[in-house]
């Protein structure tokens, strides 16, 4: 498997555009989760899914921020309008409830925001 | 919610000395706790965890302790090298609202530099 994957690796835009974050988790996996890194607050857990279900979104910042997950292989992480606070790495994880690496969370190699 | 505290944040060593790294958690009902090493640029990857029915969990030159009455956990690094310079998170984790998967919070992280 090649991992979880996202994309873009890297999205430079200005304020007030829409950004959309594009995830791949490990077929298979059942759990999906959207992380936000920065220097000031560290890694934090914005929303997770369950198989393709919305579990927890208490750590979406604000109603600018939504995540969707259509079916197992695809999520998306949208920011409309965007803002220069908003300039992170986002990560997208995935996790599988069962077997010898279960709860193991699977980075993937995240995209890096910039918002002018 | 939870709180994860980790201390320090920054620790510099000389190669072949010991590092260790520790944790204390809020939430009595977490009882998963992994840690994750993440490279300059990287993605944060898991490198042990340990279970709330375990007091210490050893890989080569890494373990981890736990002491859940005091709600804390350590993570020990020997014979230190070059190549162990990262930051390293820890995480406290419980089951989350669906059942199934651990979802973590996340400490602040702690940035190792071992000089050679």
């Known amino acids: 498997d090649a991992g979880v994957i996202q994309s873009p690796r890297h999205e430079v835009t200005e304020m007030g555009q829409e950004v959309t974050l594009r995830c791949k988790p490990i077929?298979?996996?059942?759990?999906l989760f959207w992380y936000r890194q920065t220097m000031m607050r560290g890694l934090e857990l914005l929303i997770y899914?369950?198989?393709?279900?919305?579990?927890?979104d208490s750590g979406m910042p604000e109603d600018r921020f939504s995540a969707k997950m259509p079916n197992a292989s695809f999520s998306t992480l949208k920011i409309q309008p965007s803002e220069p606070r908003d300039s992170a790495v986002y990560f997208c994880?995935?996790?599988?409830?069962?077997?010898?690496?279960?709860?193991?969370?699977?980075f993937g190699p995240g995209t890096r925001l910039t918002v002018l | 919610g939870e709180n994860v505290e980790q201390h320090p944040s920054t620790l510099s060593v000389q190669e072949g000395d010991s590092a260790v790294i520790k944790c204390t958690y809020s939430?009595?009902?977490?009882?998963?706790f992994p840690w994750y090493k993440q490279e300059l640029g990287k993605r944060p990857q898991l490198i042990i965890d340990?279970?709330?029915?375990?007091g210490e969990k050893k890989d080569q030159r890494i373990a981890v302790t736990l002491n859940k009455t005091a709600k804390h956990f350590s993570l020990h690094i020997t014979e230190t090298q070059p190549e162990d310079s990262a930051v390293y998170f820890c995480?406290?984790?419980?089951?989350?609202?669906?059942?199934?998967?651990?979802?973590?919070?996340f400490g602040r992280g702690t940035s190792l530099i071992v000089h050679p």
């Open positions: 994880a995935s996790s599988f409830v069962a077997g010898p690496h279960r709860d193991t969370q699977y």
């Open positions: 077929s298979g996996h059942d759990y």
């Open positions: 899914f369950n198989n393709n279900v919305p579990i927890d």
């Open positions: 939430d009595s009902a977490s009882n998963y």
């Open positions: 340990i279970r709330s029915n375990v």
């Open positions: 995480a406290a984790s419980k089951v989350g609202a669906s059942g199934g998967s651990y979802i973590p919070t």
